[in-house]
Each structure stands twice: as structure tokens, then as C-alpha cells.
């Protein structure tokens, strides 16, 4: 069975400030993706980075940077000098790729609220 | 460009009505999934398919059911609408290799 951990339920942070976003991981397949997705207040869900398990180098796009510990079995996302626009509920989703599953696991999401 | 829809945004229904979400994507994903959305739960799998006329029971998938007879469309069938199913609904397709895509999502209110 998988399963998927975003222990922090909500965060605040001023604007500005960095914020990481935590997630933990469980899967018995040696190979899976991982996700991010972003939901804003408007409610759709904005993909943000997919990570094969076999690629553990971090990665950076502008403020946001993941990253992906095999060892602990985290993938976690920082915001860096977060801005309003950043207030949205992040999900962490995995898709373990054994017996040709596609489907998405994911956590239960975290709330960021950037306070100008 | 490619996309995928969902029908109707938004639906208020009675209990014990039969519902039915449409689901539509022009990525000629052969993977396509339902997904509900409540406050603690996160996105909970309801049903899926991996091509036509295959079908398969996620985590939550009592009370509903799909078809999928084309490529482009998955419907989500609530046969008898109960209070609990009131939520958020999210259709999404995905590739071998890609990530999913999902729809705007259907806001269902029972009452």
C-alpha cells in the first residue's frame, strides 16, 4: 500500500519569508513518481514538478526548489521569499509504477497563506 | 489545445436522485481518473479506467460508478445521492509518462 504525508496542516508566513513544504512518503516500489500540485482559491489544481524516483538531484524553477530524499523518503518544496500569490493549498501526490498502475496518491495537503 | 472539461460545474441535487458528472479530454489520454475532494481528506480515488471499457474501484467508490465506452469521456454516476456525497469532484487524464491533468472540477451539493 502507499500512502502519502503532509503532516503540516496549515501555514502562515509573512511575505517574503521562505517557507518549506513537507511530505512524506510510503511505497514498497523501488520505482514511483512523485508529484506537486498547487490549488489557489479559484480551485483548479496546477501541476508543478513531476520526479522519478531514480532522479534524486534537486531541482529549482525560479522561488520554488524540491527536494528529494530517497533515504528518508521525502520530497519537500520551499518557497523562497514567498509572495501573496504563493497562498494557495499544495498537494503532494506519488504514483508508484508497479503492475502499470497510473493512479495518484495523495496527501492530504497543506494550506500556505502569505501575509502581505 | 488539449483539455479536459468537466459537466456541470457546479449541481444541487436531492437525496436519492440519480447524478451523472460528465467527464471529457481531448489529450487521447487512454488513463483517466475521478477524484473527490473534501476539507481533511485531501483528493480521495473514487473510480478509475485505463482504456475503454475498462473500469476499476478506487479508495472510495461506494455508491458510484463509471463508464467508459471512448477514449475522450469518463461519466461519474451517483446511483442514489446521499448527503455524505456532497463535494468537490475532480476528472483527471494522464499519459504513460506524463502528469495528470485534471478537469475544473463539479461542486455537488445533496440535499
Known amino acids: 500500500a502507499q500512502k502519502v504525508t503532509q503532516a503540516q496542516t496549515e501555514i502562515s508566513v509573512v511575505e517574503k519569508e521562505d517557507v518549506t513544504l513537507d511530505c512524506v512518503y510510503e511505497t514498497r516500489d523501488t520505482t514511483y513518481y512523485l508529484f506537486w500540485y498547487k490549488q489557489p482559491p479559484s480551485g483548479e489544481l496546477v501541476f508543478l514538478i513531476r520526479?522519478?524516483?531514480?532522479?534524486?538531484q534537486n531541482e529549482i524553477s525560479g522561488r520554488y526548489s524540491w527536494n528529494f530524499q530517497k533515504s528518508t523518503s521525502s520530497f519537500n518544496f520551499t518557497i523562497t521569499a514567498s509572495q501573496v500569490v504563493d497562498s494557495a493549498v499544495y498537494f503532494c501526490a506519488l504514483n508508484p509504477l508497479g503492475a502499470g498502475s497510473y493512479q495518484l496518491t495523495f496527501g492530504k495537503g497543506t494550506k500556505l497563506s502569505v501575509i502581505p | 489545445d488539449a483539455e479536459i472539461t468537466q459537466s456541470p460545474r457546479h449541481k444541487i441535487t436531492e437525496t436519492g436522485r440519480q447524478v451523472t458528472l460528465a467527464c471529457h479530454q481531448t489529450?487521447?489520454?487512454?488513463?483517466m481518473f475521478w477524484y473527490r475532494q473534501d476539507l481533511g481528506h485531501g483528493l480521495r480515488l473514487i473510480h478509475y479506467?485505463?482504456?475503454?471499457?475498462?473500469?476499476n474501484k478506487g479508495e472510495v467508490s461506494d455508491g458510484y460508478s463509471v463508464s467508459r465506452s471512448n477514449t475522450e469521456d469518463l461519466p461519474l454516476t451517483l446511483e442514489s445521492a446521499a448527503s455524505s456525497q456532497t463535494s468537490v469532484y475532480f476528472c483527471?487524464?494522464?499519459?504513460?509518462?506524463?502528469?495528470?491533468?485534471f478537469g475544473q472540477g463539479t461542486r455537488l451539493t445533496v440535499v
Open positions: 489529450w487521447n489520454h487512454n488513463n
Open positions: 520526479r522519478n524516483s531514480f532522479d534524486e
Open positions: 479506467s485505463y482504456g475503454v471499457q475498462d473500469t
Open positions: 483527471a487524464s494522464r499519459g504513460m509518462n506524463t502528469e495528470a491533468f
